[in-house]
Nanobody, 116 residues
Framework: QVQLVESGGGSAQPGGSLRLSCATSGITFSIYTMGWYRQAPGKQRELVAT???????NIADSVKGRFTISRDNAKSSVYLQMNSLKPEDTAVYYCDAKLGTVRDYWGQGTQVTVSS
């Protein structure tokens, strides 16, 4: 059974930081492209960042320079370090594991709220 479990969400003040984690099981983690997506109320889900099995990253322009994605294959986990948070970063953040077009798994999401 494949599981993706996000943690680390919560509330932060503008300018603050949070670190999201996604622990996976049931997949050969090291071969998957991992990603973080987010969905704000009334908006479509959007890409935040991805990291390939080889470690190449793709960061959305809206968070570039503030967010960093990383992975630990030994722990089958992916992380999203979020710094300099803004109110517009408020959303539910989802972890995604993708293997080409063959496999695509999602976590249940974790809420991030940025407000003063």
């Amino acid at each position: 059974q494949v599981q993706l479990v996000e943690s680390g969400g919560g509330s932060a003040q503008p300018g603050g930081s949070l670190r999201l984690s996604c622990a996976t099981s049931g997949i050969t983690f090291s071969i998957y492209t991992m990603g973080w997506y987010r969905q704000a109320p009334g908006k479509q889900r959007e890409l935040v960042a991805t990291i390939t099995s080889g470690g190449s990253t793709n960061i959305a322009d809206s968070v570039k320079g503030r967010f960093t994605i990383s992975r630990d294959n030994a722990k089958s986990s992916v992380y999203l370090q979020m710094n300099s948070l803004k109110p517009e970063d408020t959303a539910v953040y989802y972890c995604d594991a993708k293997l080409g077009t063959v496999r695509d798994y999602w976590g249940q999401g974790t809420q991030v709220t940025v407000s003063s």
